[in-house]
């Protein structure tokens, strides 16, 4: 509870409170998750576009379908395939991704050059190091270092990519 959701000593619930108040949550949150959206917007860009033109571009597509279609015949659900499960996977990494990049935005501007440089390191070395303890196998075409260094880049970028203000 904030002093924003106290007023003559009562609580107010967030649709009781004035339009003020309101836009103030917003300015505050509003550049943490766009620094979100534009971290997992990197991170995406950079392994749709380079995989394109690269055999051995990092293939996280590839090993994020792998996981959705795990995890819902984990719980008895059939799990899409071809596009359908591509576009999935691509919805489900903007996601997860757009909240984990806003992360970098939630203690303020101060310091968050190395907030972001850490969780995107964080990230990028869990993309080369957890796939295969976790059963999802290699990347398509993988060639070391040359896959898993371009992995961490990509995190990395994400991590870097600040909007917030």
Avoid: C, F, K
């Avoid at 550049?31 to 749709?48: D, H, I, Q, S």
């Amino acid at each position: 509870m904030t002093e924003d959701d106290i007023q003559g000593g009562a609580v107010l619930r967030p649709d009781e409170r004035s339009p003020e108040l309101r836009g103030t949550a917003l300015r505050r949150w509003l550049p943490v998750v766009a620094g979100g959206v534009a971290g997992a917007v990197t991170v995406t860009l950079l392994n749709e576009g380079v995989r394109r033109v690269t055999p051995h571009a990092p293939r996280m597509d590839v090993i994020g379908e792998r996981a959705l279609s795990e995890a819902l015949e984990a719980v008895g659900v059939n799990p899409p395939r071809g596009d359908s499960l591509y576009r999935w996977t691509l919805l489900g990494d903007l996601a997860s991704n757009t909240l984990y990049y806003a992360l970098v935005g939630v203690g303020g501007p101060r310091n968050a050059w190395g907030r972001g440089g850490a969780l995107g390191l964080a990230a990028g070395l869990g993309a080369v190091l957890l796939p295969r303890p976790l059963g999802l196998g290699r990347q398509p075409g993988e060639r070391a270092p040359l896959t898993q260094l371009l992995t961490v880049g990509w995190y990395l970028a994400g991590g870097l990519n600040l909007p917030t203000g």
